[in-house]
């Protein structure tokens, strides 16, 4: 995943069971486990190529976030977990009702955005399908999924661990980038 751009853990589960001989998916390890292993990679052999690219998707997403407030933006992702990598989309739910309000303030701003949709599980139960707009913005991918506005509430489930999505409001974003830029300033003193 860290150096093959793959973002999809099952399928790097079974790109690397493949490559190991392993045919025993219980010896597998659990999405949070890789997980952890990438943030820990990324430290080690990223260095500062992974910090700077990181603070600027999320300089990018707290602008992104400012221009598309009146849909209650929310960074989640890569971006938001510390794990993107320099092909990483900045991943924002975006909450309207009805979604095609997105899709009105894109055009009214022309921004040429393609349209796909991607499938969320809302909790074990439930599973719906909602609009997705991606775009590039400032040399950056940009990722819209549109929900209703009650799952600002309650997040969709993470594909990682099956509990509610972390996720970040702009002012959390602000606190965040805040923290990370004191620790490095703190960091770099002698």
Not at 134 to 154: H, I, M, N
Request: proline share 7%.
């Amino acid at each position: 995943m860290a150096e093959g751009g793959i973002r999809d853990f099952h399928q790097a589960k079974l790109k690397a069971a493949s490559r190991l001989g392993i045919q025993d998916d219980a010896s597998l390890p659990r999405n949070r486990e890789i997980e952890d292993a990438l943030k820990a990679y990324q430290r080690l052999f990223s260095g500062p190529e992974h910090v700077l690219g990181l603070q600027e998707r999320r300089d990018a997403a707290l602008r992104a976030m400012a221009f598309f407030a009146d849909f209650s933006p929310r960074l989640v992702g890569p971006v938001l977990d510390g794990t993107a990598d320099g092909h990483t989309p900045v991943a924002l739910h975006l909450h309207a009702e009805p979604a095609e309000s997105v899709t009105r303030f894109l055009d009214e701003h022309g921004i040429p955005a393609e349209a796909r949709v991607r499938r969320l599980r809302l909790d074990r139960q439930r599973t719906a399908e909602f609009d997705v707009w991606v775009f590039s913005a400032e040399g950056l991918s940009f990722d819209l999924t549109v929900l209703p506005p009650q799952c600002l509430r309650q997040a969709p489930l993470s594909p990682i661990d099956e509990r509610p999505m972390r996720r970040a409001s702009r002012s959390q974003l602000e606190a965040l980038v805040a923290l990370e830029r004191a620790d490095a300033i703190d960091g770099a003193a002698p």
